[in-house]
């Protein structure tokens, strides 16, 4: 299904439905965060009941985005739901494959009526596409951008909090206007934002500059023993669990955009953060700016994201994951 007929087949199937449940991606980061909240206003408008359920915690940054509760699977208001009050409608929101959305998977023959429809609303390239009805549209910087076509198309206003959350979503997965996807159409969205209410130095300060002081000891940490391969084309920094346990000891651990310093050094073409996040397994985080498409390099490990910024999960030592990336990575550059 084309990216305009999704958005008019969802506005159809939302008149026989009264009850829709929304959920997005494990680890939710900015964009996520603001999407899923700004579509609950969204849909709530135009007389919609709605739920967002969110398999891991919404970090302490994104926090003030919050105008009610967001649930987690095992949250006691989704205990025993009686048929009634079962959702007709699923939205899954920025998750690229539907097993990213984690342990909410594992509830929703519970959580939905017979015959529920399924959403799928993203913006990432995906090979595996879901969902009854699809608004894919990887052009789009933000998942966000699709959340206000989406409203264009119900012909809903946007309040001033549903703005203010869209331009989250949108700063954030844009890195504040500087990556690669950044182009007219978000900046004009961002634009948009602002008229209907949304308050940019607020949403910044709360984003960049109120993070705890561990942040800033980690990351001094990392990039005090960052290395360089491939004749400075590389660069990479690495979190073992024993940094996150000295500066995160409450294991409330927020690394969100530490990766971004790793292309900051000259001539480095590909940064990668590997973080530790169990024995033996590693995420990398890639980042890039030189035009090569990093989802081909992460999709070797099954991962995916975007031509600029991408992930995946590695399984091995610390030097043996280092040894596979950088391999990978190398095939890719000149």
């Known amino acids: 299904m084309t990216h305009s007929s999704g958005l008019e087949a969802l506005k159809r199937a939302l008149s026989d439905v009264d009850r829709v449940l929304i959920s997005t991606h494990m680890n939710p980061d900015g964009d996520a965060v603001g999407s899923v909240l700004g579509l609950r206003g969204i849909l709530e408008s135009i007389g919609k009941q709605v739920e967002i359920v969110i398999s891991d915690s919404i970090t302490r940054k994104y926090r003030f985005l919050i105008d009610k509760p967001v649930l987690k699977p095992d949250s006691r208001e989704l205990e025993n739901l009686k048929e009634a009050e079962r959702f007709q409608m699923v939205i899954f929101l920025d998750a ?3 097993k990213r959305v984690g342990d909410v998977l594992d509830h929703l023959d519970r959580w939905m009526s017979p015959g529920a429809l399924e959403v799928n609303i993203d913006h990432h390239f995906s090979k595996d596409v879901f969902g009854d009805i699809v608004i894919v549209d990887p052009d789009r910087a933000s998942a966000a951008e699709l959340v206000m076509q989406l409203a264009d198309t119900l012909g809903v206003d946007l309040s001033p909090v549903i703005a203010g959350q869209l331009f989250a979503a949108i700063m954030t997965d844009t890195g504040r206007f500087q990556f690669g996807n950044t182009d007219s159409h978000s900046l004009k969205a961002a634009a948009k934002l602002v008229e209907e209410g949304a308050d940019p130095s607020r949403i910044a300060r709360h984003i960049y500059m109120e993070r705890p002081v561990s942040y800033y000891r980690l990351l ?36 969100e955009g530490m990766v971004d310093f790793t292309t900051q050094v000259e001539g480095v073409e590909v940064g990668i953060l590997l973080r530790q996040t169990g024995n033996g397994t590693f995420k990398a985080s890639l980042r890039s700016h030189n035009g090569i498409d990093l989802r081909l390099i992460v999709e070797t490990f099954g991962g995916g994201g975007h031509a600029n910024a991408a992930g995946c999960g590695i399984e091995g030592s610390l030097e043996d994951v280092k040894e596979q990336i950088v391999s990978e990575v190398k095939k890719w550059l000149k």
């Open 96 to 98: 690229a494959e539907k």
């Open 220 to 255: 001094g940490n990392l990039l005090n023993s960052i290395e360089l391969y491939h004749d400075g084309k590389i660069s990479m920094i690495a979190m073992s669990s024993d940094n996150i346990a000295t500066y995160f000891p409450d294991g409330n651990m927020d690394s």
